[in-house]
Nanobody
Framework: QVQLAESGGGSVHAGGSLTLSCTAS????????AAWFRQAPGKEREGVAA???????????RVIDSVKGRFTISRDTSKNTVYLHMNNLEPGDTAMYYC????????????????????WGQGTQVTVSS
């Protein structure tokens, strides 16, 4: 049974940083793709960053243009954990952030779409004040 556990949300001032963590269980050999989505009140859930597990064991990260240069996604395979490092946060980044995952088939699916992920975490709130 796959489970995703998120942590790391909080409240910061604009310009601050946060790192979100998503620890996965139930996948074999870290053979899964993972992504971070966010949803602000009244808005659609948006894919922000994804990391794709290649057949050679390498990871390919992707982030959307609006956070490029500020957000990065990484994975620590020894901890079965995917991170979203968020720097220079802006009030527009305020949202509930969700971790999502799916078994990897060695394909980079971009844009980052909800339909490509079958497992979801419970969400962690990020609030950025001006």
């Amino acid at each position: 049974q796959v489970q995703l556990a998120e942590s790391g949300g909080g409240s910061v001032h604009a310009g601050g940083s946060l790192t979100l963590s998503c620890t996965a269980s139930g996948f074999s050999n870290n053979n899964y793709d993972a992504a971070w989505f966010r949803q602000a009140p009244g808005k659609e859930r948006e894919g922000v960053a994804a990391i794709y597990h290649g057949s050679d064991g390498s990871d390919t990260p992707r982030v959307i243009d609006s956070v490029k240069g500020r957000f990065t996604i990484s994975r620590d395979t020894s901890k079965n954990t995917v991170y979203l490092h968020m720097n220079n946060l802006e009030p527009g980044d305020t949202a509930m952030y969700y971790c999502a995952a799916s078994p990897s088939y060695g394909v980079i699916e971009y844009p980052i779409r909800k339909m490509n992920y079958g497992y979801w975490g419970q969400g962690t709130q990020v609030t950025v004040s001006s």
